[in-house]
């Protein structure tokens, strides 16, 4: 598994912007397809954005499509997530997670696939 930690999360106002980051250490972190997921209060965790190893593809929930940019830069061990226009709905913990995969252009939506977890990191969107 990767270690992976989390930042960038805050207070922000509605339509404002964040970009968390996510750094990995510990694996080759380039054979790791990425994700973030996140979870509100009272709410199960939820899939938020993917992106396959060579970051070629991406995939975004419907909420968020248009508004949040899922990247990475592999020569910095790191995984990002640019959020536009934010909304109080988008208010949860975000969680950073990989999965090792042989696949360079694949990736999946499924939290059962990713072994790999951050600790999350707090995201709140005040109207």
């Known amino acids: 598994q990767v270690h992976l930690v989390e930042s960038g999360g805050g207070l922000v106002q509605a339509g404002g912007s964040l970009r968390l980051s996510c750094a990995a250490s510990?694996?080759?972190?380039?054979?790791?397809?990425m994700g973030w997921f996140r979870q509100a209060p009272g709410k199960e965790r939820e899939f938020v954005a993917a992106?396959?190893?060579?970051?070629?593809?991406?995939y975004y929930t419907r909420p968020v499509k248009g508004r949040f940019t899922i990247s990475r830069d592999n020569a910095k061990n790191s995984v990002y997530l640019q959020m536009n226009s934010l909304t109080p709905e988008d208010t949860a913990v975000y969680y950073c997670a990989g999965y090792l995969t042989d696949s360079t252009t694949r990736l999946t939506i499924e939290d059962r696939t990713y072994d790999s977890w951050g600790q999350g990191t707090q995201v709140t969107v005040s109207s």
């Open positions: 992106i396959s190893r060579s970051g070629v593809n991406t």
């Open positions: 510990g694996r080759t972190f380039s054979n790791y397809a």
